[in-house]
């Protein structure tokens, strides 16, 4: 009996034991935080709210707002099973509220058994301000002739500082940059393959809180034509140009599929790369509104927008449209800056061969292609003029000459009217002053 005893009273000490050992030492707190962090929002700002627990996980959230006598509950999630992280989301829509400053209460609580299974309880308290009048914008430009392919630029003043402004064509967003006047300029491009009664800018500025105004501004889209050709390769292209893409597509043998790889996987891949650099654009200009250099005694070749049928043994086998100028001097010519501006490519780059990318900020950048040699590093600064290599035929071209490209926020855009300073100063400098 008195075994039996002594066995009971173990257990009651194990078990009270491990109770106590969860009670206390299970009281961390779960993490919890509000995305985004600002001071003033929008009733239409879209909020989150994370919480995390990696030892026994979320079992609640709960968000709830304040403004003088009224309280509203926003969120109020049970997990079952508990998760490690949760997450929510939520807007003030529909809450009320004026108008001002409001509270806001978020709690979070574990699953642990402290506090006899009440678990951990976290409050974040934050006051915030409600703002919703959007911002105004004032344009300052008056004409905003744009060719199809070529590039816009606005000049426009904001009542307030923004997260964001700039210019909306179809789903691409062209940001604005500030300058020394107050005012922001923004380029924007009129896509080769939008057709012109699509084009309709629009300018876009939301405020810090969340707020957006979007407006129509006079503008002209102004068509183009663009000529069609005919390009043959050949078996004796195929064997000089495709070994360098080997490495690309080892598991590919015949060439004329490699070319069509190239000539469409690899372009729309160092067309997103050029995107991306463009959305890194220093926001100062280096740029001093001066007519593009052009390279020196060069003739033109193939344009901007031409549109390309690709042949193979009498059938074809592609369709790409041409999107810079071609120049062609003599060979191995030195190739100059356009303008002033900062390396942000040199190397192999692709269909384009050996190139250098040049930011020129505010979104403008220009590429040198199918170089046989590149003069310069990344990170380097470079002056209207200064050398960057030498001309060449690497990358897809078929002879020595320059592929010269202008881009606009990552989009290709024609390069013929940065060559017009006629054009730069009534479309361009004057938004600037």
């Keep these: 009996m008195k075994k039996v005893f002594f066995l009971t009273l173990l257990v009651c000490l194990v078990l009270g034991g491990a109770a106590g050992y969860f009670f206390l030492t299970d009281g961390e707190m779960p993490f919890v935080s509000l995305r985004p962090d600002t001071p003033n929002v929008s009733p239409k700002r879209e909020y989150t709210v994370e919480a995390s627990d990696k030892g026994s996980g979320i079992r609640s959230l709960r968000v709830i707002v304040g403004q003088g006598d009224k309280r509203i509950t926003l969120l109020d999630k049970a997990y079952s099973p508990a998760p490690p992280q949760a997450a929510e989301t939520f807007t003030l829509e529909g809450a009320g509220l004026k108008d001002g400053p409001f509270d806001i209460d978020i709690t979070a609580t574990d699953n642990s058994i402290y506090s006899f299974g009440a678990g951990n309880t976290v409050l974040l308290h934050k006051t915030l301000t409600l703002d919703s009048t959007p911002p105004v914008v004032d344009i300052a430009s008056q004409a905003h002739n744009v060719r199809q392919g070529g590039v816009g630029c606005i000049a426009y003043s904001v009542s307030e500082e923004t997260e964001s402004s700039g210019v909306l064509v179809g789903d691409i967003f062209s940001p604005g940059f500030k300058i020394a006047n107050g005012r922001y300029v923004c380029f924007f491009p009129f896509p080769l393959t939008m057709e012109p009664g699509d084009f309709k ?8 809180a969340g707020n957006e105004r979007v407006v129509d501004f006079r503008n002209q889209a102004i068509p183009r034509k663009f000529k069609a050709d005919t390009m043959n390769v050949s078996d004796g292209f195929l064997q000089a140009k495709m070994p360098q893409y080997f490495e690309a597509y080892p598991g590919i043998k015949d060439l004329v599929e490699i070319y069509i790889k190239v000539n469409n996987d690899m372009r729309r891949e160092n067309a997103v790369t050029l995107r991306e650099l463009g ?15 052009r390279l020196p005694n060069a003739a033109p070749m193939a344009a901007f927008g031409d549109r390309r049928t690709y042949m193979y043994q009498g059938r074809e086998i592609d369709r790409q449209v041409h999107m810079g100028q071609d120049l062609a001097s003599l060979a191995n010519a030195q190739v100059p800056a356009a303008a002033s501006g900062k390396v942000i490519l040199a190397g192999f780059f692709g269909i384009y061969g050996l190139a250098v990318v040049l930011d020129h900020g505010m979104g403008l ?24 290599g030498n001309t060449g035929a690497t990358g897809l071209a078929g002879g020595d000459h320059l592929h010269f490209g202008v881009m606009v926020h990552g989009i290709e855009v024609s390069p013929v009217e940065w060559w017009d300073q006629h054009w730069i100063d009534d479309n361009v400098a004057d938004r600037f002053k």
């Design 279 to 293: 959305a890194k654009s220093a926001p100062e200009l280096f740029w001093d509104k001066k007519a593009f250099l």
């Design 365 to 388: 950048q220009t590429i040198y292609s199918h170089l046989s040699q590149i003069a310069v590093k990344e990170g380097d600064m470079v002056k209207r003029g200064d050398i960057l």
């Design 201 to 208: 800018p629009r300018l876009r500025a939301v405020d810090l």
